[in-house]
């Protein structure tokens, strides 16, 4: 917390992972992203359920791809920004939502559409040959709990378009967006932040 957006900032408290054991956001929770609708708050973010004994930290990737799998989209709900965001017992946006196969869904971009629904943008793996691309899928749904259906048949963007951590908003005429470039396909330097405008 702070007074001013340039800080400093203070701790305050802890609101996620839940810690309890067996729960599918129990042991991690990453990538917040916060929506008002209908005078609640809605906290949409990435977690999974870590076995323990896990995998050494500096363990080849390997050694966590059962873990990281387990990666989902989860959305937690408060009656004030300040307040204790209780989260769901199942993601909101699992593996079964976009039409085509992959593993996880994670990095959840949300935002209010003018007409009222909920639109989530989101990472998914496709295997794309022989090669794994991180491509942007598109859900909706009427409320922020879903259910939630696919915009598109196919990603947001072509595969060369190796993208993930995208942050989306409407100003009021038309969406906007960033995103981590991972090839520099579209923002033509490897690893720089791309801007698109719909």
């Given at each position: ?9 203070k701790y305050?408290?802890d ?27 809605y ?35 408060a ?56 491509v ?11 259910p ?31 995103a ?19």
């Amino acid at each position: 917390m702070a007074d001013g957006p340039l800080g400093p900032f203070k701790y305050v408290r802890d609101v996620l992972p839940t810690g309890e054991r067996g729960r599918w956001d129990g042991t991690m929770a990453h990538n917040p992203a916060i929506v008002a609708f209908g005078g609640r708050y809605y906290l949409f973010y990435i977690g999974l359920r870590a076995d323990e004994p896990g995998p050494a930290l500096d363990a080849p990737f390997a050694a966590w791809r059962e873990t990281y799998r387990r990666i989902r989209i989860g959305v937690a709900v408060a009656d004030a920004i300040d307040g204790d965001f209780v989260p769901m017992a199942r993601p909101v946006i699992d593996t079964d939502v976009a039409p085509w196969p992959h593993v996880v869904t994670t990095n959840p971009a949300p935002v209010i559409t003018p007409e009222g629904k909920v639109r989530v943008y989101y990472r998914t793996p496709r295997v794309e040959g022989d090669r794994v691309r991180n491509v942007l899928a598109i859900a909706e749904a009427d409320h922020p709990l879903g259910p939630y259906r696919a915009v598109k048949r196919e990603p947001m963007l072509p595969a060369s378009m190796h993208l993930e951590d995208p942050f989306v908003w409407h100003d009021g005429r038309r969406y906007q967006a960033i995103a981590k470039d991972l090839d520099g396909n579209l923002a033509g330097v490897w690893r720089r932040g791309a801007f698109a405008i719909r």
